[in-house]
């Protein structure tokens, strides 16, 4: 399973770097991606780093301004979100993924992603002020 941290409020144009810790598997054979969802709202995409030709990948919203990082040694995914603002308020999920090129699914659809990523975690609350 996942375990999702760092997430906290800031104020817009602040930084965070969320974590996503996996035990009882190994993070590096798998795509992770991550995903927020705001209160009734559908949760949608926001990156996604693969092992294969499928690379690394964000969506529109995080584009420019977030990074996702594997951290192997610590068995780790950490997201590095920066210039925050109010929009990204949410409650933060990694989830992985071993089907073909599932960072391509997410960017194209967030509907089709979420049918392919697995092992959600609790999710970490990220609240930005303005």
């Known amino acids: 399973q996942f375990v999702e941290s760092g997430g906290g409020s800031v104020q817009s144009g602040g930084s965070l770097t969320l974590s996503c810790t996996a035990s009882g598997f190994t993070l590096g054979t798998y795509a992770i991606g991550w995903f927020r969802q705001v209160p009734g709202k559908e949760r949608e995409g926001v990156a996604c780093?693969?092992?294969?030709?499928?690379?690394?990948t964000y969506t529109s919203s995080a584009r420019g301004r977030f990074a996702i990082r594997r951290d192997n040694a610590n068995n780790t995914v950490r997201l590095q979100m920066n210039s925050l603002n109010p929009e990204d308020t949410g409650v933060y999920y990694c989830?992985?993924?071993?089907?073909?090129?599932?960072?391509?699914?997410?960017?194209?659809?967030?509907?089709?992603?979420?049918?392919?990523?697995?092992?959600w975690g609790q999710g970490t609350q990220v609240t930005v002020s303005s």
């Open positions: 989830a992985r993924s071993d089907v073909r090129r599932p960072c391509a699914i997410l960017r194209a659809s967030t509907v089709h992603a979420l049918r392919v990523f697995a092992k």
């Open positions: 780093t693969s092992m294969d030709d499928d690379g690394i």
